[in-house]
């Protein structure tokens, strides 16, 4: 059988005609057509021995599109732990013995020396992150004079990671100038059911939808390495990409002690530079952000996923775990020829 007898040549052709193929891609990014869910799906189930190619070609469009600036943010945890939800992931639900530090929202003028710091390290944004399903609204004030006290002594970007929202509470952050909303998919939608069951995956495209109508910016995205398939890896990229968010962000999960996922098994590195890779594909504007993980998953801290299709990352920590500080993080991007 000749495709027997000539199986080197064969495998030759093969990786050429992907090469080509990614190439092809390339060119229905930069036209404006974009690629199709068929493409997307043949560029993630690209072979291990692609991907460098698959990478370069996603860094390219990220240049193309995005310049050589990392986009840097800072997190505050505003409200830790006590969650009443039961994200499996999440060292900070309820639900869970994680012994986690608790604590609950702090006063406006700590916040505003924090992100006064977060500026003068770099951070172009300060995102205020909150444990709890939604705001209530005695809460919901408080937060508000934090952005306030933000706006008029530091001058920052503020965006904000409240929970689900409300159209008031939307339209009420978006007078306030918070320029991005950020409502994690998680995952895709086949898979989130096993992940949680206080809430739906709707219920977060829903909170996503009413920050949209407000004006706001979205920033969204998932955790990946939650045993989640390749396919439902893809389903996510997809389900981002729908949404077309100025910001996607792609957490890598570190197991947290006394979470269900405590003795999940790490995900391929090939995985992650696959999903940056191909999001990047199909969102070649927005900010794609390493998030939590990067520091724990990657040798590199990020330096790969940098030149992979992501154009942004997190510093000096994050919700609950620490990380590398901006000065390394800084010196890291100099490094690879980018700036912030
Ligand atoms: S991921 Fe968010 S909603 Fe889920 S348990 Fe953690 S803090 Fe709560």
């Known amino acids: 059988m000749p495709l027997i007898f000539f199986n080197g040549i064969l495998c030759k052709n093969i990786m050429n005609d992907m090469l080509e193929f990614i190439k092809e891609c390339q060119e229905k990014v930069f036209s404006g057509i974009g690629i ?23 860094n390219q469009i990220t240049r193309e599109f995005n310049g050589s600036k990392v986009d840097v943010e800072q997190l505050n945890n505003i409200k830790k732990n006590a969650c009443s939800e039961d994200c499996s992931f999440c060292g900070q639900s309820a639900f869970f013995d994680t012994g986690i530090e608790t604590y609950q929202l702090p006063t406006a003028e700590e916040v505003a020396i924090k992100a006064s710091k977060a500026k003068k390290e770099g951070a172009e944004s300060y995102c205020l992150v909150a444990a709890w399903r939604e705001p209530s609204p005695k809460d919901f004030d408080k937060v508000c004079n934090i952005i306030k006290e933000i706006n008029n002594k530091v001058g920052i970007n503020v965006e904000c990671s409240l929970g689900f929202l409300t159209p008031e509470q939307a339209k009420k952050l978006k007078e306030l100038n918070v320029k991005r909303y950020n409502h994690n998919l998680e995952t895709s939608k086949s898979k989130f059911s096993e992940i949680c069951t206080t809430h739906t995956y709707d219920d977060r495209l829903k ?8 004006g706001l910016e979205l ?4 955790i990946i390495g939650l045993g989640e398939t390749r ?20 957490n890598i999960l570190v197991p947290i002690s006394g979470t269900p996922l405590e003795l999940q ?17 199909l969102l070649p504007e927005s900010v794609i952000k390493i998030s939590g993980g990067r520091e724990t998953n990657l ?19 994050y919700l609950t775990m620490g990380g590398n ?11 690879i020829g980018l700036e912030v």
Do not use: H, W
């Open 207 to 214: 909170t996503l939808q009413i920050a949209r109508d407000a």
């Open 219 to 222: 920033c969204t995205g998932g």
């Open 231 to 250: 396919k439902q890896r893809m389903e996510l990229a997809m389900e981002l990409a729908a949404l077309y968010p100025e910001e996607v962000t792609i």
């Open 36 to 58: 199709s869910s068929d493409d997307a799906e043949k560029l993630f189930n690209i072979s291990d021995e692609n991907i460098k190619e698959l990478a370069r070609s996603a």
């Open 299 to 317: 040798d590199d801290s990020g330096e790969e996923l940098l030149q992979s299709g992501a154009n942004g990352i997190i510093t000096s920590g």
């Open 265 to 281: 098994t790490k995900i391929a590195n090939s995985e992650i530079v696959r999903m940056f890779s191909v999001i990047r594909f």
């Open 325 to 335: 500080d901006s000065e390394k993080d800084f010196k890291m991007i100099k490094k």
